[in-house]
């Protein structure tokens, strides 16, 4: 809205054209993109405030950051669809700038930017809107809202655990169950393993996570093909897809001796998960590598018990993202939590509240010249921290009665003449029907 003088007096708003003939704006958003109206914001900010609220229960620290950045954040070489939707231009300052797709880049910027001056461990959250360009052929959305939690200078997986223990508290508050949804979890250091026995140089192992991680949407052939061609061999190949099919941590001890590490990791993890209560919600899945190049170790997905959804969260450690910025490595590990599949589960599940506007009072005048006086009341009770619903112009009580049912207001408060030369208000509580007169100074 113009608050500034040309807006008020319109002494520089554009005439409009001699014709008449304007033509009309497209008034939806742009492809791939939402808007909020009132009853889809208030689902919003119902769900992000539970964000915030289990951030605040585990003591983490909100931050965030521009939604444009340095296109040089993103431009990993491990062939990501992230990396090949990246939502990327050159800016009128010639620089190539990007609408970020993910939110763990720009918090590693901002802690290598702070540097010494902060403590480990952070325990950094945020909640913003991550872009990709997708070719519309696939009609998906181009924007979602990310919740991400990351903690920054704990190397063991006692903060893991805590990261997973934060999204059970998430599904608990919003009545999702562990009948409702589980975490697959695994390591990355099965894979790592894997590409050492084969003397696999280490600079792929990005690359071929991201290749892996296509398993369930790309026939096997092509997964081998992608493999070979990043320079895998043969039979490192056939070992990779082996592995990935065990199904259960006893049968990964007993394959691969070089996941020991990985396999210590697990171990501790189910133990942590049993301590802080929440093991039935974990299964060991070995197929599970998210799309990531830079996770290192544990990665973890929540997902739907009924299959019908995509993955609902993802998450893992990346202990070298530091040092591909160039800075030292810190150990680090987070999750992103999207705004849109939670919200199909919820409707699946028949757990979307019912979130309706709540004013406490429609003031009203009943004539003209008392609108001045409809004003002081309604200031008074906004003073005593109450909302109000002043209605701006004369209308018919029988306008001003359906206006107050649609805000679902609890009382109206009518300001009449004979009334208020008595310092008396008209009330009527909408909920019994109850009329009453007060004394202003009354009047809470
Ligand atoms: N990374 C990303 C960004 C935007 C959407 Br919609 N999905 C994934």
Redesign the pocket.
């Known amino acids: 809205h113009s608050s500034t003088a040309a807006g008020r007096s319109g002494a520089l708003s554009p005439a409009p054209p001699l014709s008449g003939a304007v033509q009309k704006i497209d008034v939806n958003p742009p492809k791939?993109t939402r808007d909020f109206p009132p009853e889809d914001m208030r689902l919003r900010n119902w769900l992000f405030n539970n964000f915030r609220e289990v951030s605040r229960l585990y003591a983490f620290e909100e931050v965030d950051f521009p939604v444009l950045e340095n296109e040089a954040l993103f431009t990993r070489k491990a062939g990501e669809e992230?990396k090949d939707?990246l939502y990327c231009f050159e800016d009128q300052g010639k620089r190539r700038v990007a609408l970020r797709?993910?939110l763990t880049p720009s918090l590693a910027r901002l802690v290598i930017q702070k540097g010494k001056s902060v403590s480990l461990p952070l325990k950094w959250f945020t909640v913003g809107q991550?872009?990709?360009y997708?070719r519309m052929t696939r009609g998906?959305?181009?924007?979602?809202y990310q919740w991400n939690m990351d903690i920054i200078g704990v190397p063991g997986v006692m903060a893991e655990a805590e990261l997973i223990a934060s999204i059970v508290t998430l599904f608990k508050r919003i009545g999702i169950t562990e009948s409702d949804v589980g975490f697959k979890v695994s390591s990355r250091k099965v894979l790592q393993g894997v590409l050492k026995c084969y003397s696999i140089p280490e600079n792929l192992f990005g690359k071929v996570c991201v290749i892996i991680d296509k398993i369930e949407k790309i026939p096997a052939e092509e997964i081998k093909k992608e493999l070979k061609v990043a320079g895998v061999s043969e039979e490192a190949v056939h070992e990779l897809l082996e592995v990935l099919s065990v199904k259960s941590l006893a049968e990964l001890e007993e394959r691969v001796d070089s996941c020991g590490e990985a396999i210590a990791d697990l171990k501790q993890l189910f133990l942590l998960a049993e301590k802080f209560g929440y093991s039935k919600w974990l299964q060991f899945d070995a197929s599970i590598v998210r799309g990531l190049a830079y996770y290192t170790g544990i990665v973890f997905e929540g997902f739907d018990r009924e299959g019908k959804l995509r993955a609902i969260c993802g998450g893992g450690r990346y202990d070298h993202l530091f040092s591909t910025f160039g800075a030292d490595d810190i150990p680090a590990c987070g999750f992103g939590f999207?705004d849109?599949v939670i919200v199909e589960l919820l409707k699946e599940k028949g757990l979307l509240p019912e979130l309706s506007l709540q004013v406490h009072n429609v003031v009203c005048a009943l004539d003209e010249d008392l609108q001045a006086a409809a004003a002081m009341v309604a200031n008074l009770l906004r003073e005593k921290g109450q909302s109000v619903d002043l209605v701006l112009e004369s209308k018919p009580l029988k306008w001003v009665f359906k206006r107050a049912a649609r805000t679902n207001a609890e009382r109206l408060v009518i300001v009449g003449s004979s009334e208020w030369q008595r310092g008396m208000v008209g009330v009527k509580i909408l909920s019994t029907g109850e009329q009453y007169e007060i004394k202003l100074d009354d009047l809470k």
């Open positions: 791939g992230i939707q797709p993910e991550c872009w990709r997708e998906r959305r181009r924007e979602h999207g849109a």
